[in-house]
C-alpha cells in the first residue's frame, strides 16, 4: 500500500522560502505510471492545487504560484519536494502531497495523499 | 483556468435520507479518447487529508460504501449519499483533472439535521 508522508519546518517568517519534502513509501516516484502532485489548504478553506512531477521531472504548475514554487523529484531517496519563494502570510496553509493514479490508463485522480502539514508564515 | 462551482455551500440531512451535492465545471471535462469525465468527488473529515470517493464521474473507488454514487457528464455533475450515515459528516469537494491547473469546488460541508 503506498503512503506518502511530508516534512518540513512548521513555522516561517515572511521573505522566507519553504522547502518541504514527501517521502513515499510502498511505490517507486521512478514508476513511469503516476505523476507526483503538492495541494494546499488554508486553515478552513478550499483546496489549491499547486503543482506536480512525472517520473521523467516534467513539472507542471498552478499560474497563480508558478514564479514562486519549485517541484523536485529525487529518485534515489525515493522523495519529492516543494520549494516555496517569498512567502507571506497568505501562504499559511495545510500543505499535502498526493499521487496521481496511473496516467496510462486515465486514472489521474489523486487517489493517494499524505495526511499534510501546517506551515505557518508569521513574523 | 476551470472553474468549478458546488452547491450548496453546506446541507443538514436526516440520518438515513439522502444528501445530493452538485458541481458545474466552467468547461466541459468529458475526454473523448477514452468517454470518460476527468471528474472526482473526495471527502475530507476535521483534522485529516482529503480522501477520494468517485472519479471518472460515476466510479467508486475501491473500498467506498455503495450509498456514494456519482452521476453526470460534460459540465453538470451530481455527488449522492443515498442513506446519510452519522460517519457521512464531512465536507465533500469534486475536482477536474481534465486541464491544468487542476482545480477544485469550494467544498460542500455535509451535516446531521
Known amino acids: 500500500q503506498v503512503q506518502l508522508q511530508e516534512s518540513g519546518p512548521g513555522l516561517l517568517r515572511p521573505s522566507e522560502t519553504l522547502s518541504l519534502t514527501c517521502t513515499v513509501s510502498?511505490?517507486?516516484?521512478?514508476?513511469?505510471?503516476?505523476?507526483w502532485n503538492w495541494i494546499r489548504q488554508p486553515p478552513g478553506e478550499g483546496l489549491e492545487w499547486i503543482g506536480g512531477?512525472?517520473?521523467?521531472?516534467?513539472?507542471f504548475y498552478n499560474p497563480s504560484l508558478q514564479s514562486r514554487v519549485t517541484i523536485s523529484l529525487d529518485t534515489s531517496t525515493n522523495r519529492f519536494s516543494l520549494k516555496v519563494r517569498s512567502l507571506t502570510a497568505a501562504d499559511t496553509a495545510v500543505y499535502y502531497c498526493?499521487?496521481?493514479?496511473?496516467?496510462?490508463?486515465?486514472?489521474?485522480?489523486?487517489?493517494?495523499w499524505g495526511q499534510g502539514t501546517l506551515v505557518t508564515v508569521s513574523s | 483556468d476551470i472553474v468549478m462551482t458546488q452547491s450548496p455551500d453546506s446541507l443538514a440531512v436526516s440520518l438515513g435520507e439522502r444528501a445530493t451535492i452538485t458541481c458545474k465545471s466552467s468547461?466541459?471535462?468529458?475526454?473523448?479518447?477514452?468517454?470518460?469525465?476527468?471528474l472526482g468527488w473526495y471527502q475530507q473529515k476535521p483534522g485529516q487529508p482529503p480522501k477520494v470517493l468517485i472519479y471518472?464521474?460515476?466510479t467508486r473507488e475501491s473500498g467506498v460504501p455503495d450509498r456514494f454514487s456519482g452521476s453526470g457528464s460534460g459540465t453538470d455533475f451530481t455527488l449522492t449519499i443515498s442513506s446519510l450515515q452519522a460517519e457521512d459528516v464531512a465536507v465533500y469537494f469534486c475536482?477536474?483533472?481534465?486541464?491544468?491547473?487542476?482545480?477544485f469546488g469550494q467544498g460542500t460541508k455535509v451535516e446531521i439535521k
Open positions: 498526493a499521487r496521481e493514479g496511473d496516467f496510462w490508463t486515465g486514472h489521474r485522480h489523486l487517489d493517494h
Open positions: 510502498g511505490g517507486s516516484v521512478n514508476s513511469n505510471s503516476y505523476y
Open positions: 512531477v512525472s517520473y521523467s521531472r516534467t513539472t
Open positions: 468547461e466541459s471535462v468529458f475526454y473523448s479518447a477514452i468517454s470518460k469525465n476527468y
Open positions: 471518472w464521474a460515476s
Open positions: 475536482q477536474q483533472y481534465y486541464s491544468y491547473p487542476w482545480t
